[in-house]
């Protein structure tokens, strides 16, 4: 089955460790993209990239590293300098559609800090 | 002015009846519109996506793009208790660029 994995779906750490959430894509999508969404803020961008080896930072990259050393890969990180990093993480990919970059999202990850 | 935007609702309608759905954006420029449905607890699921003014049906969806008022809707037909959830508005300003999100609405419909 085609489709965008995350993992682990819950995830618990203490504060002051740094936690990586995996994303995993068997589409054929250059772009992968990863957003935070916590409750009533909607999905906010943290990091993008467009090929392999490349990627930018979104509205809110600070605490947060990334890495794109596969096509089917974009590792997101959180590190101990993100002042509050207990939300709801998705992972996106997308293609270039008939007009547009019609993007597709994970199942997601919750993670807790405490 | 935010990028896109959207009543947060809720937005509650009888079983049966039509749900419409707006949402403006503000770079004149956009090029694709999208409609995500997000369920609580859950990822966003694409729905419909439209790139041309007028009107785009699949099923009991329709979505609506004015380029002109820049505004784009959804309507959905025949609603069910199973559509309640919360509709992103997502709007692609130019191509290689991210997608922006609205802050959704909250549709619940009642049985």
């Known amino acids: 089955d085609g489709g965008i994995t995350q993992s682990p779906k819950y995830l618990f750490r203490k504060e002051g460790q740094n936690v990586t959430l995996s994303c995993e894509q068997n589409?054929?999508?250059?772009?992968m993209y990863w957003y935070r969404q916590d409750p009533g803020q909607g999905l906010r961008l943290i990091y993008y990239s467009q090929i392999v080896n490349d990627f930018q930072k979104g509205d809110i990259a600070e605490g947060y590293s990334v890495s794109r050393e596969k096509k089917e890969s974009f590792p997101l990180t959180v590190t101990s300098a993100q002042k509050n990093p207990t939300a709801f993480y998705l992972c996106?990919?997308?293609?270039?559609?008939?007009?547009?970059?019609?993007?597709?999202f994970g199942p997601g990850t919750r993670l807790t800090v405490t | 002015q935010k990028e896109v935007e959207q009543n947060s609702g809720p937005l509650s309608v009888p079983e049966g009846a039509i749900a419409s759905l707006n949402c403006t954006y503000s770079d004149r420029g956009s090029q694709s519109f999208f409609w995500y449905r997000q369920y609580s607890g859950k990822s966003p699921e694409l729905i419909m996506s439209?790139?041309?003014?007028g009107d785009k049906e699949d099923g009991r969806f329709t979505a609506q793009l004015n380029k002109a008022s820049q505004y784009v809707s959804l309507l959905i037909r025949d609603s069910q208790p199973s559509d309640s959830a919360t509709y992103l508005c997502a709007v692609n300003r130019r191509r290689g660029t991210p997608l922006v999100f609205g802050k959704g609405t909250r549709l619940s419909v009642i049985a």
């Open positions: 589409l054929n999508h250059d772009a």
């Open positions: 996106a990919s997308s293609t270039r559609g008939t007009g547009g970059y019609e993007q597709y």
């Open positions: 439209i790139y041309s003014n």
